[in-house]
């Protein structure tokens, strides 16, 4: 009984479906029958002979016949043939016009037509599928539903034990023969031709195939009747029929096809013992349809084949673990998708490539798109590194094999796709994946990491070599940089990209390794070391090599330099003191401005400008200032005093090529530098800490800010960054002016301190009078300023000096206890002086330089002067200090005040005129007689 209930379900599951197939059809026949006549009938009602059809000029269709388009013909245009015994007619052009929408010119003449460009994803193409799946989702179901017969037959026969393996394998395949084979007589019967049965053929075709699919993997996978080689034959030959098939019943076919190939190894499920094979498997039907697609060329079954692949590939991971096969089926998936698109061997691809297009599209410019074969290759590449990334996350073993296959991907883009230049981009993608597995292995503490980093001299071994990771890493990366290097070497046009590609593949990943790994730890300083110097070895030698190729050097040979100088400055972190690196660090800014002065290489003003930032960060904060306020004293001057001297000899040199942004940069260095090792000099001349420490930092932090506002005369991009440095600095050096001057002042502070040390050799020098003379020369030398700004600077830097001049008198009559109450005779009338001198000084400084607004100040200090004396001196001092205090500001007012009149008569006069033919008068010195 049992018996009967499954053979009665089995004919149901398959004959409904046929059934209604067929009856869809007949029906679909009938109405467009009838509908023929009705339009062939005459207006008054008497049969007519029919007009014989001239072939070489067809009748328009009307309107209802256009109506029905997208169930007439597949949603995505042929533009290649299908091949056939007899070839078609030439006259009969299909369908009324001889340029059908979607024919290339020339078609009509019978010249080969130029495939068009294939663009997958536009919206027309979504409109056209989901028109053809509104119409036609009856054929879709069906599809499924025949598919699934075969599967069905499996499962029925596994569940009931009424059949035999080797039966029910038999079953599902001679069932997938019997569809295939109705399908194909369908064909030849013109059933494709016909509106009523377009798309049934191709159906039943896809139907067999999945249920071949099916079969052949039953009997490896779930009953083991047959071995691997069996299994992958039988995937073959069904592969090859897909192939055929596809090419004579078109993308819908090719599309079921695929489906259910990729969908066939879950769908039967079962045991396996080692799955693995699988990515074999699906590698091949993902080839097959590249194939299809290279001939047929609908574009997106191509892109329906990768994604399906990776997306299989990577369920099969995501349950079994993917590994070595994972990586296997990545490879061959990035081979075929650059090989078989365009049938080569050696893939030529010609035209634009996808990150020039992103690059012109980033600089909102026109993009020229490449073509399709050339997205698809770079697709295809994208996600095989992708998935080494992936892989390489799982296990030492799968880490090294994710690092093996990125190098075979770059080695094919490199060397095997060399003759595409539309593919010079792709092998950034293996690089790019290769820097990744660095990065995500330290941050996740994998177990190659782990291998490394924890690992320590045995004891009972002294002869124990460390783990060799880190140097197997950096060979692979230099490897890369080698063979970019060599592709550099050759004359063209694509020289300079791959001299990028080399000085940057080894070079970031040994930044990388040293950044996270740490190699120094484990390897030790001088061997980690001698890694950076045989990169910058290899480096000098490819700048070389590129410098012959093109001829002299070049934008090329300046980032090679860049990246060799790079390596060194490495090297010299790992192994030198914090005063030589920081010196090393200076010595190789010298050396890219003679190597600009030398080859006339403007691209290295990048890494000149970097080491400036870099030295000048070294000068301030790491080591900086706290280290040279304790470091020995020839380890500072080595530090501050060598680079001031490569600063120096770099800015002549970039002078001599007229560089005026590295000028500015280098000019702001020594500022920077001279100003920050000044301020060191003195506070350690002053012994221990004290009050005027954050004096010391706020001068630093002035500098700093001072020299990012010279940078920021350059203008550019990074301006309003640099302003915003020199804000954040400004605020920082206020911050610590404003302590010096509230908390910890000597006079009136709340934590005042004794003042140590003579006068004017004490820490006031430091605490007051360095930030003023920073503020005067800033005002002096910042040209780029506005007016009003330098102005700004000159009076603060004025106005500190005169608190300095303040306290150091207050320090020569008091001593170190400045905050003592109270004013003495001697120190108010010394005030007085100060005031009468700086007012002398400054009317001296006006009439040398004919400056009104000099001698105004001038004007200003005597009034300040005459204040202080009426009101002050008069009522603080007594005795002979007051006799004398009068005296001698009467005596000094007469005398200026003589001067303040000679010096307007000369200002007021005009300039003397030079005799015709006789050298110029002497100047007007206001001064009767000699």
């Given at each position: 009984m049992g018996f009967i209930l499954g053979l009665l379900a089995l004919t149901y599951g398959l004959g409904l479906p046929v059934a209604v197939i067929f009856l869809l059809v007949r029906s679909a026949d009938l109405q467009r029958r009838v509908q023929g006549l009705e339009r062939a009938r005459p207006a008054s009602g008497a049969p007519?002979?029919?007009?014989?059809?001239?072939?070489?000029?067809?009748?328009?269709?009307?309107a209802d016949d256009l109506a029905p388009l997208p169930q007439d013909r597949p949603f995505i245009p042929e533009t290649a043939p299908p091949p056939s015994a007899a070839p078609p007619p030439a006259a009969a052009p299909p369908e009324g016009d001889a340029t059908a929408p979607g024919a290339e010119p020339g078609a009509a003449s019978g010249a080969s037509p130029r495939p068009p460009r294939a663009f997958v994803f536009r919206q027309q193409r979504l409109h056209e599928a989901g028109h053809w799946l509104r119409a036609n989702w009856f054929l879709a179901v069906a599809a499924l539903s025949l598919a699934l017969a075969g599967v069905f037959l499996v499962q029925y026969g596994i569940e009931t034990g009424l059949l035999t393996p080797w039966m029910r394998v038999l079953g599902a395949v001679?069932?997938?023969?019997?569809?295939?084979?109705?399908?194909?007589?369908?064909?030849?019967?013109?059933?494709?031709?016909?509106?009523?049965?377009?798309?049934?053929?191709?159906?039943?075709?896809?139907?067999?195939?999945?249920?071949?699919f099916v079969g052949v993997l039953a009997a490896r996978q779930l009953y083991g009747l047959i071995g691997a080689e069996a299994a992958f034959a039988g995937l073959a030959l069904t592969?090859?029929?897909?192939?055929?098939?596809?090419?004579?019943?078109?993308?819908?076919?090719?599309?079921?096809?695929?489906?259910?190939?990729?969908?066939?190894?879950?769908?039967?499920?079962?045991?396996?013992?080692?799955?693995?094979?699988?990515?074999?498997?699906?590698?091949?039907?993902?080839?097959?349809?590249?194939?299809?697609?290279?001939?047929?060329?609908?574009?997106?079954?191509?892109v329906l084949a990768l994604g399906l692949g990776f997306a299989a590939a990577g369920l099969l991971a995501l349950a079994q673990g993917g590994g070595a096969a994972q990586l296997g089926f990545a490879l061959v998936a990035a081979g075929a998708a650059a090989a078989v698109p365009v049938w080569r061997v050696v893939p030529d691809q010609r035209g634009e490539t996808v990150s020039g297009s992103l690059l012109r599209l980033a600089r909102r410019a026109r993009p020229r798109w490449p073509e399709f074969p050339t997205r698809l290759a770079f697709g295809a590449m994208a996600a095989a590194s992708a998935v080494a990334v992936w892989v390489a996350g799982e296990g030492p073993a799968e880490f090294w094999a994710a690092c093996a296959a990125l190098g075979a991907l770059y080695l094919l883009a490199a060397l095997w796709l060399r003759h595409a230049p539309a593919l010079a981009d792709l092998p950034a993608l293996p690089v790019l994946g290769f820097w990744?597995?660095?990065?995500?292995?330290?941050?996740?503490?994998?177990?190659?990491?782990?291998?490394?980093?924890?690992?320590?001299?045995?004891?009972?071994?002294?002869?124990?070599?460390?783990?060799?990771?880190?140097?197997?890493?950096?060979?692979?990366?230099?490897?890369?940089?080698?063979?970019?290097?060599?592709?550099?070497?050759?004359p063209g046009r694509a020289?300079?990209?791959?001299?990028?590609?080399?000085?940057?593949?080894?070079?970031?990943?040994?930044?990388?390794?040293?950044?996270?790994?740490?190699?120094?730890?484990?390897?030790?300083?001088?061997?980690?070391?001698?890694?950076?110097?045989?990169?910058?070895?290899?480096?000098?030698?490819?700048?070389?090599?590129?410098?012959?190729?093109?001829?002299?050097?070049?934008?090329?040979?300046?980032?090679?330099?860049?990246?060799?100088?790079?390596?060194?400055?490495l090297g010299a972190v790992v192994v030198f003191t914090k005063a030589a690196l920081t010196v090393a660090l200076a010595v190789m800014v010298l050396a890219s401005a003679l190597l600009d002065r030398r080859f006339d290489l403007p691209q290295l003003g990048a890494f000149t400008a970097l080491g400036v930032i870099v030295?000048?960060?070294?000068?301030?904060?790491?080591?900086?200032?706290?280290?040279?306020?304790?470091?020995?004293?020839?380890?500072?001057?080595?530090?501050?005093?060598?680079?001031?001297?490569?600063?120096?000899?770099?800015?002549?040199?970039?002078?001599?090529?007229?560089?005026?942004?590295?000028?500015?940069?280098?000019?702001?260095?020594?500022?920077?530098?001279?100003?920050?090792?000044?301020?060191?000099?003195?506070?350690?001349?002053?012994?221990?800490?004290?009050?005027?420490?954050?004096?010391?930092?706020?001068?630093?932090?002035?500098?700093?800010?001072?020299?990012?506002?010279?940078?920021?005369?350059?203008?550019?991009?990074?301006?309003?960054?640099?302003?915003?440095?020199?804000?954040?600095?400004?605020?920082?050096?206020?911050?610590?002016?404003?302590v010096t001057l509230t908390l910890l002042h000597p006079v009136w502070g709340v934590f005042p301190e004794p003042v140590p040390g003579p006068w004017l050799l004490n820490p006031l020098l430091v605490a007051f009078a360095l930030p003023a003379l920073v503020l005067l020369a800033g005002a002096h030398w910042l040209r780029e300023l506005p007016r009003p700004l330098r102005g700004a600077l000159a009076g603060l830097?004025?106005?500190?000096?005169?608190?300095?001049?303040?306290?150091?008198i207050r320090h020569l009559w008091r001593g170190p206890r400045m905050d003592q109450p109270g004013v003495t005779d001697p120190e108010l009338y010394s005030y007085t002086v100060a005031l009468l001198l700086t007012a002398?000084?400054?009317?001296?400084?006006?009439?040398?330089?004919?400056?009104?607004?000099?001698?105004?100040?001038?004007?200003?200090?005597?009034?300040?002067?005459?204040?202080?004396?009426?009101?002050?001196?008069?009522?603080?001092?007594?005795?002979?200090?007051?006799?004398?205090?009068?005296?001698?500001?009467?005596?000094?007012?007469?005398?200026?005040?003589?001067?303040?009149?000679?010096?307007?008569?000369?200002?007021?006069?005009?300039?003397?005129?030079?005799?015709?033919?006789?050298?110029?008068?002497?100047?007007?010195?206001?001064?009767?007689?000699?």
């Open positions: 007519q002979p029919a007009a014989p059809r001239a072939p070489a000029a067809p009748p328009r269709p009307s001679a069932l997938g023969l019997a569809l295939i084979g109705a399908g194909e007589w369908m064909r030849r019967r013109g059933a494709e031709d016909d509106h009523a049965t377009a798309f049934v053929p191709q159906t039943f075709a896809g139907a067999g195939l999945v249920s071949v592969g090859a029929g897909a192939l055929l098939l596809g090419w004579y019943h078109g993308p819908f076919l090719t599309c079921v096809g695929l489906l259910g190939a990729f969908a066939a190894p879950f769908l039967v499920g079962g045991e396996a013992e080692d799955p693995s094979w699988l990515h074999g498997y699906f590698a091949l039907v993902t080839v097959v349809g590249l194939g299809i697609d290279a001939a047929r060329r609908w574009a997106w079954v191509s990744a597995v660095l990065v995500l292995q330290a941050l996740d503490r994998g177990a190659v990491f782990r291998s490394f980093t924890g690992w320590s001299l045995p004891q009972a071994d002294a002869e124990a070599l460390p783990p060799a990771s880190v140097t197997i890493l950096a060979a692979g990366a230099l490897t890369a940089s080698l063979v970019a290097g060599w592709r550099a070497a050759a020289a300079v990209p791959w001299a990028f590609g080399a000085a940057l593949a080894g070079p970031v990943a040994l930044v990388l390794l040293e950044a996270l790994w740490q190699p120094a730890a484990v390897l030790g300083g001088y061997p980690w070391a001698l890694h950076a110097v045989a990169a910058a070895v290899l480096l000098t030698v490819l700048a070389e090599r590129h410098a012959r190729a093109q001829g002299g050097p070049g934008l090329g040979v300046a980032v090679l330099a860049i990246a060799a100088m790079t390596m060194l400055s030295a000048g960060w070294r000068l301030v904060l790491d080591p900086g200032v706290a280290w040279a306020l304790d470091a020995p004293l020839a380890a500072v001057l080595l530090a501050y005093g060598g680079v001031l001297a490569m600063f120096a000899g770099a800015l002549w040199a970039v002078r001599q090529r007229q560089r005026v942004r590295q000028a500015v940069y280098l000019e702001s260095g020594l500022w920077l530098a001279g100003g920050v090792f000044v301020s060191v000099l003195l506070a350690r001349g002053l012994g221990e800490d004290g009050f005027w420490i954050a004096g010391l930092y706020g001068t630093v932090w002035l500098v700093v800010a001072l020299g990012q506002v010279h940078r920021a005369g350059l203008g550019g991009a990074l301006r309003w960054l640099r302003l915003g440095l020199a804000a954040l600095a400004g605020l920082v050096a206020a911050a610590a002016f404003g830097g004025a106005a500190m000096l005169a608190h300095w001049l303040a306290l150091e002398a000084a400054l009317m001296a400084a006006a009439w040398a330089r004919r400056s009104a607004v000099l001698r105004r100040l001038a004007l200003g200090a005597v009034g300040l002067t005459v204040a202080k004396v009426f009101l002050v001196d008069m009522a603080g001092l007594t005795g002979l200090i007051r006799v004398v205090s009068f005296l001698g500001l009467g005596l000094s007012l007469a005398g200026l005040a003589m001067l303040n009149r000679w010096m307007e008569a000369a200002f007021a006069a005009p300039p003397p005129q030079a005799p015709p033919g006789g050298a110029a008068p002497p100047p007007e010195t206001g001064v009767d007689g000699p």
